[in-house]
């Protein structure tokens, strides 16, 4: 590593070794779950074919499944019946705590009465909080529709994928994956005061995500130092592991994860993993954890992180990065500054969130509520709400007390929803600063209308320094400098709540229930096959080091039209290229009009040059044989959350690829898969197009179909065609056939 990065790492207190580790007493837990994962059949030999140290072999053949699939498109996916194939097992749970649309609500309901499945209603529980408390076991492997389905702390092997991936489960089709390298996360030391799970989690994040060291990887959690960890301090560390960009997450369990489940009723479903005596790690990341501080993640990143006292040592200077970030980020369309905020030498909030699956456990709000007690958070504009993660939450935070104390401070506590996260709900008022317990802190996702001229901006930091800001009445504190001490509750899980609201079938379907639809819920529209020659063109490029899937279809306010594909696509990048619905309906008219038999350069005109250069070097093209849509260009798109509608949104325009350099996450490029869109690789460089060009693709279905490691495509100018070359990765051959098929509906359909 040159100095500058090993001097970045040390201020993370995080170690990174760039090497292949053996470490005595550490094992690989996770790796045999993803050889092949075979919904409805035992593949009794994967247990022989996982890396040395893995007690995953021993117990794979008693691993149960779960699918969970949440709000909008990916619940209308879901078809919810339980396969019966022990001893693997799966399960459809329909969860619609994180949309505003009650249609959404009552369709998911219908539908797990239909088809056997359950139903938690909103507000009850925030999905992942639900999975812990009811779903998640010992050796277990549970699949959502959520990029933070991370259970790894209680000893499943979770994973958030698009909705698509999770069809498949369903309809007893292979969960196919590379098999992934291994990261040991080596813990060693024990928290100090006032140091909490979101603290460690950024210092990670902070240390791992900008060099992609543990990308598509599975981070192992070992070490002594997890036995100095609560159940809920693991957790939350684990939840926001996700930011790293990771595959997937799984922890040693003991008698404190032994102890979670004996507390929720299922002590049944503990199960002990330890690490083998002796186990080889693709990579490790050692963590001191008595040297991690209180941290704070900056707009507009969870990755842009610093220690609270670096940051107020360093005001002015990270501040004004924090500007010129902004400016990438939100390509100068707003003016933005935080220094406004520094008030006599200290920065000044107007909005502390402690919320979701991240924030809104009880420990974190309880440790919240000690540094709180007795205080007020002022009648000024600072503001302090808190989202219990559940009900059952909720109800013993008022049974002991602290639900009280919370109120008298002045805090507003609210309801079990992800709203704050996904932004709807909290939203701060134009040019506030909001610190946030939840899991990021893109540009957006506090409910932001940049295309309106408003912003606002989070930062992430843990409960624990929200509270003790808030008891400065906003201006930015350290848990750190909190004298008193933590009284740490116990806590009694009820699951009474669960028992009067949630519908559970328990997988017996009821055919004669009708399915209640309502105006936003829409079917999918039709999709064409790949055809023989392709013509795309450029609509939109984007040279931001990374996009979000945030930016590529925003949440928030779009939440009401996720199970209306068409209604939502109308949201498509306007946050970052609002012109793009425009220019990709127009050329979606040239493939509507070969659908009809009709000439597709009368429906586009613009495309009769194009087609009359094309034609020069390959005459025989005609609307029998092409297919006309559109492509955008991303340096690194994909981050963040695992919505399918980032790249179903741009199919239903016409989206036939996506460009990129490379891509952030494999649940993206999976999502453009399922979808049908070609998930180009170009070289990184000088572009050869620009947007606004025509692209032209000739015999891609026959260089898809025989497995073509360089495809070759065309600029198309008035001077001719330009060539260039792209490729498409790694397909398996059912992920091939998708793409010929045009999407995984098309796949599926008899």
Request: some cysteine.
């Given at each position: 590593?040159?100095n500058e990065?090993?001097?970045?790492l040390?201020?993370?207190?995080v170690i990174?070794s760039?090497?292949?580790?053996?470490?005595?007493?550490?094992?690989?837990?996770?790796l045999?779950?993803?050889?092949?994962l075979?919904?409805?059949?035992?593949i009794?030999?994967?247990g022989?074919?996982?890396?040395?140290?893995?007690f995953?072999?021993e117990?794979l053949?008693e691993?149960?499944?779960y699918?969970?699939s949440?709000t909008g498109?990916?619940?209308?996916?879901?078809?919810?019946?339980?396969?019966?194939?022990p001893?693997?097992v799966?399960?459809?749970?329909?969860?619609?705590?994180?949309?505003?649309?009650e249609?959404?609500?009552?369709?998911?309901?219908?539908?797990a009465?239909?088809y056997?499945?359950?139903?938690?209603?909103?507000?009850?529980?925030?999905?992942h909080q639900?999975?812990?408390?009811?779903?998640?076991?010992g050796?277990?492997?549970?699949?959502?529709s959520?990029?933070?389905?991370?259970?790894?702390?209680?000893?499943?092997m979770a994973?958030?994928?698009?909705?698509?991936?999770?069809?498949k489960?369903?309809?007893n089709?292979?969960?196919?994956?590379k098999?992934?390298?291994?990261?040991?996360?080596?813990?060693?030391?024990?928290?100090?005061k006032?140091?909490?799970p979101?603290d460690?989690?950024?210092a990670?994040?902070?240390?791992?995500?900008?060099?992609?060291y543990?990308?598509?990887?599975?981070?192992?959690?070992?070490g002594?130092?997890?036995?100095?960890?609560?159940a809920?301090?693991?957790?939350?560390i684990?939840?926001?592991?996700?930011?790293?960009?990771?595959l997937?997450?799984?922890?040693?369990?003991d008698?404190k994860?032994?102890?979670?489940?004996?507390?929720?009723?299922r002590?049944?479903?503990?199960?002990?993993?330890?690490?083998?005596?002796?186990a080889y790690?693709?990579?490790?990341v050692?963590?001191?954890?008595?040297?991690?501080?209180?941290m704070?993640?900056?707009?507009?990143?969870?990755s842009n992180?610093y220690t609270?006292?670096?940051?107020?040592a360093n005001?002015?200077?990270?501040?004004a990065?924090?500007e010129?970030?902004a400016?990438?980020?939100?390509?100068?369309k707003?003016p933005?500054t935080?220094?406004?905020?520094?008030?006599?030498?200290k920065?000044?909030?107007?909005?502390?969130?402690i919320?979701?699956?991240?924030?809104g456990?009880f420990?974190?709000?309880?440790?919240?509520?000690?540094?709180?007690?007795?205080k007020?958070?002022?009648?000024d504009?600072?503001?302090l709400?808190?989202?219990?993660?559940?009900t059952?939450?909720?109800?013993?935070l008022?049974?002991?007390g602290?639900?009280?104390?919370?109120l008298?401070t002045?805090?507003?506590?609210?309801t079990?929803?992800?709203?704050p996260c996904?932004g709807?709900?909290?939203?701060?008022?134009?040019n506030?600063?909001?610190?946030?317990?939840?899991?990021r802190n893109?540009?957006n996702r506090?409910?932001?209308?940049i295309?309106?001229?408003?912003?606002?901006?989070?930062?992430?930091?843990?409960?624990?320094?929200i509270?003790?800001?808030?008891?400065?009445?906003?201006f930015?504190?350290s848990?750190?400098d909190y004298?008193?001490g933590?009284?740490?509750?116990?806590?009694?899980f009820?699951k009474?709540?669960y028992?009067?609201?949630?519908f559970?079938?328990?997988?017996?379907?009821d055919p004669?229930?009708?399915?209640?639809?309502?105006?936003?819920?829409?079917?999918?529209?039709?999709?064409?096959?790949?055809?023989?020659n392709?013509?795309?063109k450029?609509?939109s490029e984007?040279?931001?080091?990374?996009?979000?899937?945030d930016?590529?279809?925003?949440?928030?306010?779009?939440s009401s039209?996720r199970?209306?594909?068409l209604?939502?696509?109308?949201?498509?990048?306007?946050?970052?290229?609002?012109?793009?619905?425009g220019?990709?309906?127009?050329?979606q008219k040239a493939?509507?009009?070969?659908?009809?038999?009709?000439?597709?350069v009368?429906?586009?005109p613009e495309?009769?040059?194009v087609?009359?250069?094309?034609k020069?070097?390959?005459p025989?093209?005609?609307k029998?044989?092409?297919?006309?849509?559109?492509t955008?260009f991303?340096?690194?798109p994909?981050?963040g959350?695992a919505r399918e509608?980032?790249?179903s949104?741009?199919?239903?325009l016409?989206?036939?690829?996506?460009?990129a350099?490379e891509y952030?996450?494999k649940?993206?490029?999976?999502?453009l898969?399922?979808w049908?869109m070609?998930?180009f690789l170009?070289?990184?460089?000088?572009?050869p197009?620009a947007?606004?060009?025509?692209?032209?693709f000739?015999?891609?279905r026959?260089?898809?179909e025989?497995?073509?490691d360089v495809?070759r495509g065309?600029v198309?100018?008035a001077?001719?065609?330009?060539?260039?070359?792209?490729?498409?990765?790694?397909?398996?051959?059912?992920?091939?056939?998708?793409?010929?098929k045009?999407?995984?509906?098309?796949?599926?359909?008899?």
């Amino acid at each position: 590593m040159n100095n500058e990065k090993e001097s970045f790492l040390k201020r993370k207190n995080v170690i990174i070794s760039f090497k292949r580790y053996g470490i005595d007493a550490m094992g690989s837990m996770a790796l045999g779950l993803f050889a092949s994962l075979l919904i409805g059949t035992i593949i009794n030999t994967i247990g022989q074919n996982v890396c040395p140290g893995s007690f995953v072999s021993e117990k794979l053949l008693e691993i149960g499944g779960y699918a969970t699939s949440v709000t909008g498109a990916a619940m209308a996916l879901a078809i919810g019946y339980a396969l019966q194939a022990p001893p693997l097992v799966m399960y459809s749970l329909c969860a619609v705590g994180g949309t505003i649309n009650e249609d959404d609500h009552m369709f998911g309901l219908t539908c797990a009465k239909k088809y056997g499945g359950v139903y938690v209603p909103p507000h009850q529980a925030v999905i992942h909080q639900f999975a812990r408390e009811m779903l998640a076991g010992g050796g277990k492997m549970i699949l959502g529709s959520d990029s933070h389905t991370r259970y790894g702390a209680l000893g499943t092997m979770a994973m958030g994928e698009g909705g698509p991936e999770l069809v498949k489960q369903l309809l007893n089709k292979t969960y196919d994956i590379k098999m992934p390298d291994v990261i040991g996360i080596y813990l060693d030391g024990e928290p100090i005061k006032g140091v909490g799970p979101q603290d460690v989690a950024l210092a990670i994040i902070g240390a791992t995500f900008a060099n992609g060291y543990v990308n598509n990887k599975v981070m192992e959690f070992v070490g002594p130092g997890v036995e100095k960890l609560s159940a809920d301090f693991r957790i939350g560390i684990d939840v926001m592991t996700t930011e790293t960009t990771c595959l997937s997450s799984i922890w040693k369990t003991d008698d404190k994860i032994k102890e979670f489940y004996e507390i929720h009723g299922r002590s049944e479903d503990y199960k002990e993993l330890k690490p083998g005596e002796t186990a080889y790690y693709d990579g490790c990341v050692e963590i001191d954890l008595s040297e991690i501080r209180p941290m704070i993640a900056m707009p507009f990143h969870p990755s842009n992180t610093y220690t609270i006292d670096e940051l107020k040592a360093n005001l002015d200077d990270i501040l004004a990065d924090v500007e010129k970030k902004a400016q990438i980020s939100l390509d100068g369309k707003v003016p933005y500054t935080l220094r406004d905020k520094v008030i006599d030498g200290k920065l000044y909030v107007e909005q502390g969130i402690i919320a979701g699956c991240a924030g809104g456990g009880f420990e974190n709000i309880c440790a919240a509520a000690d540094i709180l007690k007795g205080k007020s958070i002022g009648a000024d504009a600072f503001t302090l709400s808190v989202y219990p993660a559940s009900t059952p939450i909720y109800m013993e935070l008022a049974k002991n007390g602290v639900l009280a104390g919370l109120l008298e401070t002045g805090a507003v506590v609210k309801t079990a929803f992800c709203g704050p996260c996904f932004g709807a709900g909290d939203t701060p008022a134009n040019n506030a600063f909001s610190i946030r317990h939840t899991t990021r802190n893109f540009p957006n996702r506090e409910g932001s209308k940049i295309q309106n001229g408003q912003i606002s901006s989070v930062a992430l930091m843990d409960a624990r320094s929200i509270a003790a800001t808030a008891a400065n009445k906003g201006f930015l504190t350290s848990a750190e400098d909190y004298t008193g001490g933590y009284t740490g509750q116990k806590y009694f899980f009820d699951k009474t709540i669960y028992d009067n609201r949630v519908f559970d079938s328990k997988g017996i379907a009821d055919p004669g229930v009708e399915i209640q639809f309502g105006p936003n819920i829409k079917d999918w529209p039709e999709m064409a096959a790949l055809p023989e020659n392709l013509i795309v063109k450029v609509v939109s490029e984007i040279h931001d080091p990374v996009t979000t899937t945030d930016e590529l279809i925003p949440s928030g306010e779009t939440s009401s039209y996720r199970s209306n594909p068409l209604g939502l696509a109308e949201f498509t990048l306007s946050r970052k290229d609002p012109a793009y619905v425009g220019r990709a309906k127009e050329v979606q008219k040239a493939q509507k009009a070969i659908q009809e038999g009709k000439c597709p350069v009368e429906a586009l005109p613009e495309m009769k040059p194009v087609m009359d250069v094309i034609k020069k070097d390959y005459p025989n093209v005609s609307k029998e044989n092409l297919g006309v849509g559109s492509t955008i260009f991303a340096v690194k798109p994909g981050d963040g959350s695992a919505r399918e509608q980032a790249a179903s949104c741009q199919k239903v325009l016409g989206g036939w690829a996506n460009i990129a350099n490379e891509y952030a996450t494999k649940r993206y490029r999976s999502n453009l898969i399922n979808w049908g869109m070609l998930p180009f690789l170009i070289k990184e460089g000088e572009l050869p197009f620009a947007n606004g060009d025509y692209l032209f693709f000739p015999q891609i279905r026959k260089a898809v179909e025989e497995k073509d490691d360089v495809i070759r495509g065309y600029v198309v100018g008035a001077e001719g065609l330009k060539e260039f070359e792209v490729a498409l990765g790694e397909l398996t051959d059912d992920e091939r056939e998708i793409i010929l098929k045009g999407c995984l509906i098309n796949y599926n359909r008899k």
